[in-house]
C-alpha cells in the first residue's frame, strides 16, 4: 500500500474542519495527515487537536501564505518517506473512493514518469453540481470532448488537460523530486498557475479523473477571485513561466505601448493603473530574474528535501 499524506493548510478553517479531516478517516485507502496552519485565530488549532489527533501538526507563527505553507508540510511528508502527496484546501473534502480512484488511474497508467497531477472531479459545497472553476477548465480543454462524454454517460478513465487549480492535488513522488514545491514569490493567488508551467515544462501531465469526485465548497462564482490583483499577477507568472522566453522584455514593451496609447485617447487614468504595473515589474527584474534562475537550474526548486 502506498504512503499517502495529505496536506492540508488552514488559516480559521472552523467552518469547515470536521468535514475535511473526517473525510480522511472514511478513506478507503489509509492516509496520513500534516496540517500547517498559518496562524488561526478562531480557535481551529486547539479544535484539530483535540478532535484528530491522528494528524500531525505544524504552527507557524505567521501567515506565510498557501505555497510556503504547503512547502513545509511537503517538506515534512518527504521526509517521512511518502510516495504521494495530496494537497487539499481547508475548505474541501473527499469521499470513500476518492483516493482509490486516483491510484487506480495511476497504477494503469501505462508511463508513470509522465503524469504530473492527478486531480478528482471538484464538486461544489452542495455535492450536487460540478465546482463552476472546473466547469471552465473542461470547456477550455474542449478538444478532449470531455462534455460530450460526460452528457452521453461514456467516459473515460482520464482526460489529459492543461490545467487544474490546487484545491485537490496529488503528486507522485516523482513530481515533487522533478518540479519541486510552490513558488514562494506568490504570498496568494498564482501560485498553482506558476507550478502547472513547471510541470507542462517538465513534460508531465495534469490528469482529470472522472470515477474520483471530491468537493470544494468555495464561492461558485468566477468573479470570486480578485480580478484586477491576479491579472498583475499573471504578468508575474508568465515571466517566470520557464516555457516562455524574453517574456520580461515583451510585457514591458507592451506596457509602454499602452501607456502611450492611454496617453494619446487622454484616458489618463487608465495610463496611470498601468504605469503603475510598469514600475512595479521594473522594481522586480532582479528578483523575478533570479528567481526563473532557480526553477530552471535547480533540483526540486523551493524545496527543502
Not at 468535514?19 to 480557535?43: A, H, K, M, W, Y
Not at 464538486?123 to 462524454?149: C, H, P, Q, V, W
Amino acid at each position: 500500500m502506498p504512503n499517502i499524506y495529505f496536506i492540508i493548510v488552514t488559516y480559521n478553517a472552523m467552518e469547515w474542519a470536521e468535514r475535511c479531516f473526517s473525510s480522511l478517516r472514511e478513506s478507503s485507502v489509509p492516509v496520513q495527515i500534516i496540517t500547517v496552519d498559518n496562524g488561526s485565530t478562531d480557535g481551529t488549532q486547539d479544535y484539530v487537536k483535540t478532535h484528530f489527533p491522528e494528524v500531525e501538526f505544524i504552527q507557524s507563527a505567521e501567515n506565510l501564505g498557501f505555497g510556503k505553507a504547503n512547502n513545509i508540510g511537503i517538506a515534512r511528508a518527504y521526509k517521512n518517506g511518502a510516495d504521494f502527496f495530496y494537497l487539499m484546501n481547508q475548505d474541501a473534502w473527499v469521499f470513500e473512493n476518492s483516493v482509490a480512484e486516483l491510484l487506480k488511474v495511476y497504477n494503469s497508467y501505462p508511463n508513470k514518469s509522465d503524469i504530473g497531477i492527478l486531480s478528482p472531479v471538484h464538486l461544489d459545497g452542495t455535492e450536487k453540481k460540478l465546482d463552476i472553476f472546473i466547469d471552465k477548465y473542461i470547456a477550455i480543454n474542449f478538444k478532449t470532448r470531455m462534455i460530450s462524454d460526460f452528457y452521453l454517460n461514456c467516459h473515460k478513465p482520464y482526460y489529459e488537460i492543461s490545467f487544474v487549480n490546487a484545491a485537490h492535488w496529488m503528486l507522485p513522488k516523482e513530481t515533487i523530486e522533478k518540479v519541486g514545491g510552490f513558488n514562494p514569490y506568490f504570498f496568494h493567488y498564482g501560485e498553482d498557475n506558476e507550478y502547472v508551467n513547471r510541470v507542462h515544462f517538465h513534460k508531465k501531465k495534469i490528469l482529470l479523473v472522472p470515477a474520483s469526485k471530491a468537493v470544494h465548497d468555495g464561492k461558485q462564482d468566477l468573479a470570486k477571485v480578485d480580478y484586477g490583483r491576479f491579472k498583475d499577477l499573471s504578468l508575474d507568472t508568465r515571466i517566470l513561466n520557464p516555457n516562455l522566453t524574453d517574456e520580461y522584455q515583451k510585457i514591458r514593451n507592451s506596457l509602454i505601448i499602452t501607456i502611450f496609447k492611454d496617453l494619446i485617447l487622454t484616458d489618463f487614468n487608465a495610463a496611470k493603473k498601468t504605469q503603475q504595473i510598469y514600475r512595479r515589474l521594473t522594481s522586480q527584474k532582479k528578483i523575478l530574474k533570479e528567481n526563473k534562475k532557480i526553477l530552471t537550474s535547480n533540483p526540486h526548486p523551493f524545496l527543502k528535501i
